[in-house]
């Protein structure tokens, strides 16, 4: 199958002639793209030739994971897609988690990959993987460049692509003779993000109608509404509306935490106020979310009794796992200001919100002298303030800080949500240090996590990256150690890690400063000293390995079916 | 369980009909037949005949998880007349395997024509 010729690209009469790696990186550096992660190899080495002469500021991960992680969370703070390169063979292959991430988590990202050369392509040569292939249920879209002259055309394509609607991410597969082949220097394109379609005016009347009628309405917020810039549309529309909301792991941010009409996360290690609010609700207004089985629970019985609103950029999330009673696919800014109800009758309901927030309020009392990470966590985000950016790994760690951190705006949680990547946080770290560099920027990682991408504490220390780690550390893989004592009667079955090495003298062997504390009344002091450090930093902290995240909904039950740590209680 | 019959148009870009076909598996439909003629132009048009694996995937929604691949420009769920299989995708020993425990006995039954275009 041929390529489309792009009529836009009109190659200039006497330019001197380039080589396509060298329009690859012109093609980047006409989208605005300043920064990218990667690491290089024998396919993408035309790439890297070009890259000295360049404007683009290029970080070298010691992982390509760590590359594309990277990206991903440059993406998410900057709203524009991170772009990461790897070279062909294990190069390509070493990103398809962070594809994956991306993917889930509809981040934007451009992916370029080295090939070998179109003439071995299909003869199992040296360092040959079909990432096209391997990538092609993880990306919004992907291409191989079979033309140098289609560089422009193609790059400007992939980041309208990756940016625009559901945003993704987008591969580009950069054979070798196509980036050592010379062309004249061609004029590169860059392409307008397509503003999407608002649902038409009876729709969303009907929506306002609905909320009007309702005694008991509930905003259920998703990733989509940031990725949809409308923040501030949304904040608008619960303020003048006075609807409590809940909020998705990906969502957390969208209101501030202390909102007075926001209760919590809901889903499986949701506030149990949030939980039981979706189910009492007559009303569920879902704004870019997707119904996820982290979120419901046991599907059918994920309020009952409510209808529903389901507003997405994405179409083919309406009615994919819940029926809706009214659908407003498209434009999420300009419906959310659209949505006009008359007088609401719910100050009854509110007053039941406000009495399960009372009532399902986070407790602090935990005894003992170790160190309790719930509240080692919620004095981080009061002491750090506005300018905090949590990446996290994913585990329990990851649990509370969703929890118990308090976030003023959605860049300042970044979690690996739908693909619940371990690994994600330190490259997530240095992917956000570097897309916000006056942003506080503090790791939260686990024993178990942190080892997955441990490498790129050379990289903080080659860049002097200003990242700041917290370990939390329970000598075990907390999560899964957790589910055993519930789920597996106790038959704990490799999540032992009480052999991890002493995390401090590695980060000091990577040249990072760090320290360990161990007892409750060294957090604030430890936490004083991590946010002053100028450079990179790392505190380990040792916790109780036997600590649970509470409350938990047990796989395929309820939300209705809340555990605590005194077990089983019926909401 | 009901077979459909999905048509689809799509631009003939490299990986096309490998993406259409991943998007169908992976949202859980059997591929029963596929018949794509030759295109003078960079426009193909594929016939689906396709079967959930689970009574609870609507086609409705694979429907619209194929209109959003980029090359597509068109997916219009058609009357289930199953057409001719010219790529034989279910010939062999494999082929039988899905007919034999995918297939119902009973004739297909219609759904109701619903199209739908790219924007």
């Not at chain 1, 920064?35 to 500021?57: C, E, N, R, V, W």
């Not at chain 1, 460049?145 to 422009?152: H, Q």
Request: proline share 7%; hydrophobic share 45%.
């Amino acid at each position: 199958m041929l390529f489309r010729p792009n009529p836009q690209i009109v190659p200039e009469g006497h330019a001197a002639e380039i080589n396509g790696a060298r329009v690859l990186i012109e093609a980047l550096e006409a989208q605005g793209v300043t920064t990218i992660f990667g690491y290089p190899g024998g396919a993408i080495m035309p790439l890297y030739d070009a890259l000295p002469s360049s404007k683009l500021t290029h970080i070298l991960t010691r992982h390509e994971q760590g590359a594309a992680l990277a990206a991903d969370a440059y993406g998410r703070v900057t709203g524009r897609a991170g772009v990461c390169l790897a070279t062909s063979g294990p190069g390509a292959t070493n990103l398809i988690t962070g594809i994956g991430n991306a993917y889930t988590d509809s981040v934007p990202m451009v992916v370029i990959t080295g090939q070998v050369p179109t003439h071995y392509m299909g003869t199992d040569a040296f360092q040959e993987a079909d990432i096209f292939g391997m990538t092609m249920s993880i990306v919004k879209h992907s291409y191989i460049i079979r033309r140098p002259e289609d560089i422009p055309h193609i790059v400007a394509e992939a980041f309208q692509i990756a940016q625009s609607g559901r945003p993704g991410p987008v591969l580009i597969d950069l054979p070798k003779d196509m980036s050592v082949k010379k062309i004249a220097r061609p004029v590169q394109t860059v392409l307008e993000k397509p503003v999407a379609a608002t649902p038409p005016a009876a729709e969303i009347e009907k929506a306002a109608k609905l909320i009007e009628a309702a005694k008991k309405p509930l905003v259920y917020i998703g990733g989509g509404v940031n990725m949809a810039g409308a923040v501030p549309e949304m904040r608008r529309f619960v303020a003048r509306t006075g609807i409590p909301a809940v909020a998705t792991l990906k969502a957390l941010g969208t209101l501030p935490t202390g909102d007075p009409q926001f209760i919590g996360m809901l889903g499986m290690h949701g506030l149990r106020a949030s939980n039981m609010a979706v189910q009492e609700c007559d009303l569920l207004i879902c704004c870019g979310a997707r119904f996820d089985d982290r979120v419901t629970g046991k599907l059918n019985t994920f309020a009952p009794h409510a209808k529903v609103i389901h507003m997405d950029i994405d179409p083919a999330e309406i009615g994919k796992l819940r029926a809706v009673d009214v659908s407003l696919p498209g434009n999420m800014k300009a419906t959310l200001d659209a949505l006009r109800p008359g007088t609401l009758d719910i100050a009854a309901w509110k007053e039941r919100i406000d009495s399960l927030k009372i009532e399902h309020a986070w407790k602090y009392d935990a005894p003992g002298k170790g160190v309790y990470a719930p509240l080692l966590l919620k004095e981080l985000s009061e002491q750090a303030g506005d300018k905090l950016i949590v990446t996290c790994d994913v585990g329990q760690h990851q649990m509370w800080v969703a929890q118990h951190c308090k976030f003023s705006r959605p860049e300042a949680h970044l979690t690996s949500g739908g693909f619940g990547t371990m690994g994600y946080g330190l490259p997530a770290g240095i992917g956000a240090k570097l897309a916000e560099p006056d942003a506080c920027v503090v790791v939260v990682s686990g024993d178990g996590s942190i080892m997955m991408n441990i490498q790129e504490l050379a990289t903080l220390k080659r860049y002097n990256i200003g990242v700041k780690i917290i370990l939390l550390d329970n000598s075990a893989l907390g999560m899964v150690r957790q589910w055993q004592e519930l789920f597996f009667d106790k038959n704990y079955s490799e999540v032992d890690l009480s052999d991890n090495p002493d995390f401090a003298a590695v980060a000091r062997a990577f040249g990072i400063e760090a320290f360990t504390i161990t007892r409750r009344d060294e957090v604030s002091a430890a936490l004083k000293q991590l946010l002053a450090a100028k450079g990179p930093v790392l505190l380990h902290v040792k916790i109780d390995p036997k600590e649970n995240v509470w409350p938990l909904v047990p796989p395929g039950k309820s939300n209705s079916d809340m555990m605590e740590s005194d077990m089983i209680e019926e909401v | 369980m009901m077979k459909h019959i999905l048509k689809v148009d799509f631009e003939a870009e490299e990986g096309a009909l490998l993406r259409l076909l991943g998007v169908v598996q992976r949202r859980g439909f059997a591929v029963i037949s596929i018949t794509m003629p030759e295109s003078a132009d960079l426009l193909n048009t594929a016939h689906l005949t396709l079967m959930p694996l689970q009574v609870y995937y609507r086609i409705e929604v694979l429907q619209r998880q194929i209109e959003k691949l980029h090359e597509v420009r068109a997916v219009t769920l058609v009357t289930p007349k199953p057409p001719r299989s010219v790529l034989g995708f279910l010939k062999g020993p494999i082929g039988s395997l899905h007919r034999k425990t995918l297939i119902p006995k009973e004739s297909p039954q219609c759904s109701p024509e619903n199209s739908s275009r790219v924007s």
